[in-house]
């Protein structure tokens, strides 16, 4: 089976003008659309370390063992940092992994980026802080347009549960809109390894945790070693800010999210 490198992605949009909160469209997704688990066939999935997360934890496995079972990684243009891609080439098939016949076997916990569609999203880092646009995708073959449910954008938000994880890929956005890794070829990758590693493999990152800087920064931060041993998400957040801390040093706040 060929396997596509997928075109050069980006998180960083620069735009005028997207859809608003208020803006409207149709849409109804369901099982008796002719097109139904199509764009589950092909998808481009990036996935945000709270991603993983809830993946991980929903199927049982480690970061380690979801990383190598079911991604890919790849660098984003904007940052030189690694994202990781839901592979939809594994050997048995081709298509999402977690596509059943059904349909989505993680539904509960599919990814932020399955949740919002057929809305996409980009981000800009500015002195306000992040902001973030929001574009209509419109797939040829996609019937969910000709449906009978009119949505605001903020009412699809809500109805896809996509609060929380905006709110648990912040960190990780901040830092992939911030910093551009540049310098010689073997430090950058030494660098991409390391942010893959403390951002995407987080039982990996909790065995490093009494290490002498990595403890130095969770007591900077007043946060409890146990805490961090027992809590996903309060370690996924540690992993934010010692990540923040390792490239842009750690006096430095993150900027306030936008409203
Ligand atoms: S995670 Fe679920 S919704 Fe997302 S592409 Fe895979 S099967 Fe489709
Ligand atoms: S209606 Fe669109 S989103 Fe739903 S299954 Fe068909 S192609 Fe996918």
Request: with cysteine; hydrophobic share 35%.
């Amino acid at each position: 089976m060929t396997r596509e490198k997928p075109a050069a992605v980006s998180l960083y949009k620069q735009m005028d003008q997207g859809l608003s909160l208020d803006s409207r469209f149709q849409f109804h997704c369901h099982a008796g659309r002719p097109c139904f688990n199509r764009c589950c066939r092909t998808p481009t999935i990036i996935l945000s370390p709270y991603d993983l997360l809830r993946l991980k934890q929903f199927l049982g496995l480690t970061s380690r063992e979801f990383l190598e079972r079911y991604t890919r990684r790849e660098i984003e243009e904007w940052s030189n940092l690694p994202l990781i891609f839901i592979d939809p080439y594994r050997p048995e098939g081709e298509g999402c992994p977690f596509l059943g016949a059904e349909g989505c076997t993680v539904y509960a916990h599919r990814p932020a980026a399955c949740r919002l569609f057929p809305i996409t999203m980009g981000s800009q880092l500015t002195e306000q802080g992040t902001v973030d646009y929001y574009f209509c995708r419109q797939l040829d073959y996609c019937r969910g347009f000709a449906g009978d449910r009119e949505w605001s954008l903020a009412s699809w938000m809500a109805d896809q549960g996509f609060a929380e994880y905006q709110e648990g890929r912040q960190g990780w956005l901040e830092i992939l809109l911030k910093k551009g890794l540049q310098g010689p070829q073997g430090a950058v990758a030494e660098l991409q390894d390391l942010f893959a590693a403390i951002a995407y493999d987080l039982d990996q990152f909790r065995r490093h945790l009494s290490e002498p800087e990595v403890f130095r920064v969770a007591e900077h931060a007043g946060l409890a070693l146990e805490d961090l041993q027992t809590n996903d998400l309060a370690l996924l957040q540690f992993s934010y800010r010692y990540l923040h801390s390792l490239l842009f040093g750690e006096e430095e706040e993150s900027p306030p999210r936008e409203k």
